[in-house]
């Protein structure tokens, strides 16, 4: 070959070999170059608006994704005109019609900017991917819990890795990797759920790896299931959390 | 106790148990409060802004936290008025100063707006976790090259789940998470490095394992190391790449 | 050192290189070395019988370690002349009084010399590991069935690798180590139940997982428990099968 | 079907379901029965005689499946008229000539009735599988040691769970599972080696995770490697170790 080329080639190499080390297998770069499947072309939403291929679960002028959870009727929370809704106290958890798997969950919520009653009681209201696995929603704002049913935690069995609020009456974001838990064909769980959890940018939840239902009390343990819809939480004591920009994207 | 209390707490158990089913271990819900430690209180940034605990590598105004790769000198690429910076080519890849294990990372990149060259050749450069294993950047806007080598892969060992460049000129955005490989004493891989790439706010990367670092040819492997530089790559071929709102969050 | 001394630690260095290859951390042999716990001493049994920190559970006298699965009364099995025992029919399965976790299990057991009806009407019985994991005892000589349910398998889970009976009429030997299922605080299976099985001396089931009890009909599926009774099967259907020299080491 | 049929079918199903508990899947019994493959058959050998698979390594009358380690030459340890070999001195490791994977393997050895020396100077010797990893031969009759060097450990790896060795001049036997390790297809280590022994019929080695080749001195680092020969070790000080009854069965 030509001098030039040479050089080149071996100017590459010795990039090659002096950031990677010693080479194993083939000694051609095209022989571990792949073609295919092209992955989707996506295009993406500017700060945290939802890309070109996900479902909008809630996009702030109308219920018709959404169901009570406790009778299947229509949903009864406040829709409010700035583009978001409103938990109306009492009426009930809200689910979604449609059911999921392992997915990218976007989401906005806010508590109001005046703060009522403390501890579990300020602002409480959860996400419960599938319906079952619960990444908690409060207002920790100058307001102390046990730190396992704090904001961001995965309810009573993750700590969230730090405390990354907003103030009070200010809207946050959740953006969470799920993946739903595996189960034999007789019902044994075989792989955990896991989570990971940004919020408002910060990572708070690590691939943690979830132990079963979220539950109030005692131990949590799997039962199994399939796709399943997502829930927002009613806690029945005037909570007043406002959720706005709901988006997912189906992983496999 | 008052028929109110009673109420309350009768509500409140058929709401656990409607929601979640038999209870495991404990029956009061006490038994499963944790209260310490108290995870710190870190304020998020707005719109990829660095959190209050993040370690902020480029903020646009100088080079303090960066040496060149090769003789650990100092950098020579463009420092931009607009509080970027841009691969000077053929003066090398650069590296933080700093070396890192586990982190949450947030960097931006823009490739030129006028194209030159295709395929690996347009706009080529990388983000190196530990200077070792490799996110590609690229701009792949109309732009085809082998897919595990295109904009977002983990080079030549993962092909991204998308596609989700914005055009030529712009400024994307990666949020990764990443976590360092960890080694048995006399060497061997007993955990292998793993990644999640967002970009754009689109998740590509979901948690894969990576093989080891990086490799143009030939297959990866392991070799025992401990914390390491972040590094971006001069990729020798005139990339005109611009970085900036670099910072990271130490994970354990 | 003198010179005697300091060849013989040049050739075993040498030997030590030669063989093992390069050195990792410590550079001093001793540094590698540990002197406690000391492991117990047994006194190995010759030919299967029980070594000296062995549990007999029959010993061809008595009855004294078993009772009637169904009603915890005394065994109604036959007690031979040649320290045996042989199936009743009819009378149901049998269990020992005490209960076992992970245990190394010796047992052998003989189909009648004259054989009696086909497929799994041919002298079947069973060993059931903490009484719910099956490892089937089946005349499987010139008698066909369905090879997850042939002698050595574990029953409808795992096919044996071979099949390694002695002629009927003479005595086989079952070499068991098996390790209980682990299972979390609130009952999710976290760690199958796994088996290996040496039928006369041959390996017919390698460390395999059982997916949970035996199932006659269906999948199966764990549900979380302790220490559980060794239990052998009678089959209802005139199976004549015999045991003898049964023996347990507990293991953890 | 007739009444007796009839009876017969509740009689297995009421068995099944005390003993089984509740259905997951199909609700026939068929429907969870395979009948292929059909595992060999395989005619058992008497109180550790090979089976009729077997491959024999040293059946006490030549050394034909065997080279010398370090030079690939015929072997010079010394073969006795009573079926045995014994190492000669000096004259280094011998490995067969067959190269292996996963295997079971039988083994007897035998130190000598007169000691000589103490501590690891005593009958040392040992059977390396695939000529990397170590289980070791010594003659711990009071005699202590290192306990991660005394007879049964995975050398300098794993201490036995108990000293189950004879009286000195008594044949001792070796009964082993083991399984190669699996690297990646750049060499890293994906699934270490695992061993399983039983001494004179007692588990010392309970499904122990290799950590890699044993060493003398440092911490041990797999190397990918294939199939390789089982070596056993002259240690050069006049062990006068001797072997016999060697056979071996292919596992996948």
Not at 49 to 55: C, G, K, L, Q, Y
Not at 85 to 90: I, P, R, S
Not at 166 to 181: C, F, L, Q, R
Not at 224 to 235: A, E, F, T, V, Y
């Amino acid at each position: 070959m030509p001098l030039k080329s040479y050089v080149l080639a071996l100017s590459i190499l010795l990039m090659a070999s002096s950031v990677f080390g010693q080479v194993n297998g083939p000694t051609q770069p095209e022989a571990t170059e792949t073609y295919e499947p092209v992955p989707p072309r996506v295009t993406p939403g500017l700060d945290g608006a939802p890309p070109s291929d996900a479902i909008v679960l809630f996009n702030g002028k109308d219920f018709d994704q959404w169901i009570s959870t406790s009778d299947s009727t229509s949903v009864n929370w406040h829709l409010n005109k700035d583009g978001s809704m409103t938990v109306k106290d009492k009426t009930g958890n809200i689910q979604t019609k449609q059911s999921f798997g392992s997915i990218q969950l976007h989401i906005e919520w806010r508590s109001p900017k005046e703060v009522q009653m403390s501890g579990q009681n300020r602002a409480n209201s959860g996400v419960f991917l599938q319906g079952l696995y619960e990444v908690q929603v409060l207002d920790n704002n100058d307001n102390g819990t046990y730190v396992n049913g704090q904001v961001g935690s995965i309810y009573k069995q993750s700590v969230p890795l730090a405390m990354a609020s907003v103030p009070s009456g200010e809207w946050n974001s959740y953006d969470i990797i799920y993946h739903a838990p595996k189960f034999s064909r007789g019902g044994n769980i075989v792989s955990p759920a896991t989570i990971t959890v940004l919020h408002n940018g910060v990572l708070i939840q690590d691939h943690f790896e979830i132990e079963g239902p979220s539950e109030y009390i005692g131990w949590p343990q799997y039962k199994s299931h399939g796709k399943r819809p997502l829930m927002l939480q009613d806690h029945r004591d005037n909570s007043r959390v406002s959720y706005r920009n709901i988006w997912v994207r189906e992983l496999d």
